[in-house]
């Protein structure tokens, strides 16, 4: 395989992921979005600065020219790394041909990050994850503004695929409306694809301020519509779970959402 071949087959930058040609059509005749979700390790604060500084200023615009609209950008509630960046892609066609579309932009071939040479790395590891959205909530939404805003990104593992594909439809059947009623935001839901801890799904939540996400998640507990769904007994947590990781990030200075 040539240099020019091998670079449109490979993830440039960190940018961009090949390789999902395979994934069924039928995913993608139905409308919902697919998602990425990008974790970028880093070993300094300044190593983060300058990736931070390149999405800013760069990297941000070309996902935005390539199609990729809105880019999340979020950092943990404390620390550094890793970073968080959500890509929101229409179509498998779309997430195919990122690679290609971020080869060709002439703004980016030349950046210390996009181009990082093995002796100066732009950051430690990258470890990604994809997914297709809900049939409840088939596309991505950005439903709170402003300054302050906390997200959490919560992920929910399954001990099989048949108990995880029981919680998709939990969250299907009403759940996803019990969060809306109860301020639980919803910025997507996604079930996995490709990634690790599988069989999976994950969502994210966005509030206008740490205060509130703890107010509202105490509103939906309470809620006697969330009380009659769970005690259904075919979607008791003990039956459909093996582990949930909750994470609270904050939207960096680049992010979009």
């Not at 297709?132 to 596309?139: K, L, Q, R, W």
């Not at 259904?232 to 992010?255: C, G, V």
């Amino acid at each position: 395989m040539n240099r020019r071949k091998f670079m449109k087959s490979s993830a440039i930058g960190g940018l961009a992921v090949s390789g999902a040609a395979g994934l069924p059509q039928v995913l993608a005749a139905d409308g919902r979005d697919y998602f990425e979700i990008r974790n970028y390790e880093f070993e300094t604060q300044e190593q983060a600065s300058a990736f931070e500084s390149f999405l800013e200023k760069t990297g941000v615009p070309a996902l935005n020219r390539a199609g990729i609209n809105p880019v999340g950008v979020f950092v943990p509630e404390e620390g550094f790394s890793p970073v968080t960046i959500l890509l929101r892609h229409k179509s498998v066609e779309a997430l195919v041909s990122l690679t290609e579309k971020l080869v060709s932009d002439k703004q980016l071939a030349s950046t210390d990050v996009f181009d990082a040479p093995a002796a100066s790395p732009a950051y430690k590891r990258l470890e990604s994850s994809l997914f297709v959205a809900f049939a409840g909530m088939p596309e991505l939404e950005v439903p709170i503004k402003g300054e302050g805003r906390v997200f959490q990104l919560r992920i929910y593992e399954s001990p099989s695929v048949k108990t995880g594909q029981k919680k998709i439809e939990m969250f299907n059947r009403g759940e996803i409306e019990i969060f809306r009623k109860t301020g639980l935001h919803p910025v997507f839901f996604g079930e996995a694809l490709v990634g690790s801890k599988m069989p999976n799904l994950t969502y994210m939540l966005s509030f206008r301020s740490r205060e509130e996400q703890k107010v509202n998640w105490k509103q939906f507990v309470s809620s006697p519509e969330w009380k009659e769904l769970s005690a259904i007994p075919e979607y008791a947590d003990k039956k459909i779970l093996s582990d949930i990781t909750n994470l609270l990030l904050k939207p960096s200075p680049s992010s979009q959402i």
